[in-house]
Nanobody, 121 residues
């Protein structure tokens, strides 16, 4: 019922930047945490950055100082500013949201379909 749609991926050269966006739509009462994960070829999906409501961002060590996560909670939107991109950042990036549809609903773990980021050397 709830949909998360990522955008902003693409092909860039090493050292360049990209900004990913993810918008959640549908019947949503509240979202606690939003974040970004990625899956590189031949590797497991890993956390990139998360931001809980009213809290501070958490980053993977590999992206600290280069990536910045931000949120517009009123619009259920999360962004990922990626600077100084490296070839090892190449992956499919997935948006994730943790929340409920109604005050009495079960807790849900929502995922987007992913957006491809390719960084050439």
């Amino acid at each position: 019922q709830v949909q998360l749609v990522e955008s902003g991926g693409g092909l860039v050269q090493a050292g360049e930047s990209l900004r990913l966006s993810c918008a959640a739509s549908g019947t949503i009462f509240s979202i606690n945490t939003m974040g970004w994960y990625r899956r590189a070829p031949g590797k497991q999906r890993e956390l990139v950055a998360t931001m809980p409501s009213g809290g501070y961002a958490n980053y993977a060590d590999s992206v600290k100082g280069r990536f910045t996560i931000s949120r517009d909670s009123a619009k259920n939107t999360v962004f990922l500013q990626m600077n100084s991109l490296k070839p090892e950042d190449t992956a499919v990036y997935y948006c994730r949201a943790l929340g409920v549809r109604t005050p009495t609903d079960y807790f849900y773990d929502w995922w987007g379909q992913g957006t491809q980021v390719t960084v050439s050397s």
